[in-house]
């Protein structure tokens, strides 16, 4: 079962953002973010499909409709469409104000028809306590195997697969730890990361020469609070690759509860911030220098982790570099929980049909390569105090919307972020990878603003 082509049942979708509050509150709009999920109600076109939608506050009903205008019956999909918000957007995470909601619960459960899966965004222990409620297994790795999803623990699953990564250590809790392993490693600087940082908001770059020049990724941090966050967290310390020039790659791959794993596509990140680490948007597929090293490796990761017993979509970072023989691939972390090229490949797959040919890397409708380039990230403050369909209006009325036709154009998310924020994301899809692009910067451009 995957779910990007349920045939029936419940997918109850819950996209709570069950992560360390203190990173999660440095993300503008980031109680928005639990609309990235909202590409699974285009999983509606099946007629034997019910989707179970929950939200700290409700989604405007104008970004529902959007979503739903790509189907071939908008009111049928709106018939099996449940959407249950708990009017609770300031108090996070959404899942743990479900538990203390019997109400809401109660509506979740009575809307459940037939067999059914719960998707969370994130999981922990707290959707593990809610699928237990409801008696509905997990679409995702379970808490105790969540070590592997941890910067730590993705160098034990690197190792045993065979998989390059960067000299390093892993396990890293102490003051003393963190400079044996400076002082061990190569180079002028190293690299310190949070088991449990995303987004690369827990990085941190560590010059060996000079401490006073530390370089954070995330505003506010100093080495006292980020110390104290590794001795409760623990982190991981590893040579800082000064090759140049360096691409970031990434690979998305799913687990079947069969346990079957399968690479779903491969990425090229765009990041930004302070030290260049943290993630803006996506291109797809990664670039053919490399793609091929970074699919391999991706699924023997994949494999290492079923063996395992891991359920779920997942993702994985990458470095490569251009070595003597060709180009290297280096692992960097694997992150066990949909991630920020999660809904860009959703959005592409769901509104062109397109199947992903693990050989080639290419995401194939008929015999037509689809390419996409997208970000989280269009910020603007002439957006701001906009509505999504005043925006999403004025993105048809321009030529920036989906060509249903042709399978290409523009798919918007994180629109419930406009009004406040003046934020939001799109997908841009085209037949080549200069045709995306294209889209992409004329989309940026008459949206946002240069």
Request: hydrophobic share 40%; proline share 6%.
């Amino acid at each position: 079962m995957s779910i990007f082509e349920p045939s029936e049942g419940t997918l109850v979708v819950v996209p709570s953002l069950s992560l360390p509050q203190d990173e999660l509150r440095r993300i503008t709009g980031a109680r928005s973010y639990e609309e990235r999920l909202l590409f699974l109600l285009l999983t509606l076109r099946e007629p034997g499909v019910k989707v179970v939608y929950l939200s700290s506050a409700p989604v405007d009903p104008e970004i529902v409709d959007y979503y739903l205008a790509f189907l071939p019956d908008p009111d049928g999909a709106a018939k099996r469409l449940t959407l249950i918000s708990l009017d609770e957007p300031w108090s996070q995470p959404l899942t743990r104000n479900l538990l203390d909601r019997p109400d809401a619960i109660e509506r979740l459960r009575s809307a459940i028809v037939g067999d059914a899966w719960l998707v969370p965004f994130v999981l922990s222990e707290l959707e593990e306590q809610l699928a237990s409620l409801l008696n509905v297994p997990l679409y995702g790795p379970a808490t105790s195997l969540s070590y592997y999803g941890s910067k730590s623990g993705a160098r034990e699953v690197g190792h045993e697969a065979g998989v390059p990564m960067a000299r390093g250590f892993g396990d890293v809790r102490t003051e003393l730890q963190i400079e044996e392993a400076i002082e061990a490693l190569p180079g002028e600087r190293v690299i310190v990361k949070l088991n449990d940082g995303y987004s690369g908001l827990g990085n941190v770059i560590v010059p060996k020469s000079d401490r006073a020049m530390t370089s954070f990724s995330a505003a506010g941090e100093s080495w006292g609070s980020f110390t104290a966050k590794i001795r409760d967290r623990g982190a991981v310390v590893e040579e800082y690759i000064e090759h140049r020039p360096l691409y970031y790659p990434s690979a998305l791959a799913q687990i079947t509860p069969g346990g079957q794993a399968q690479v779903l596509a491969t990425h090229d990140q765009v990041l930004g911030g302070p030290n260049g680490q943290v993630y803006q948007g996506c291109t797809f597929p990664a670039a053919p220098e490399y793609r091929a090293e970074v699919g391999s490796s991706a699924r023997r990761i994949a494999e290492a982790l079923a063996g395992r017993g891991v359920v779920g979509l997942f993702g994985m970072d990458f470095f490569a570099l251009k070595a003597d023989a060709g180009y290297a691939a280096l692992l960097c972390e694997i992150n066990l929980r949909i991630g920020g090229t999660t809904h860009p490949f959703g959005a592409a797959v769901l509104t062109t049909g397109a199947t992903y040919d693990e050989a080639t890397g290419h995401l194939m409708s008929g015999n037509q390569p689809k390419f996409y380039t997208a970000t989280d990230n269009c910020a603007s403050p002439c957006l701001r105090g906009r509505t999504p369909g005043e925006v999403m209006r004025t993105a048809e009325r321009l030529g920036l919307g989906f060509d249903a036709n042709r399978r290409t154009g523009n798919v918007f998310h994180l629109l419930g972020a406009l009004p406040d924020h003046g934020k939001l994301g799109f997908t841009s899809i085209g037949d080549s990878r200069e045709e995306a692009d294209e889209l992409h910067a004329v989309t940026r451009r008459l949206l946002c603003g240069p």
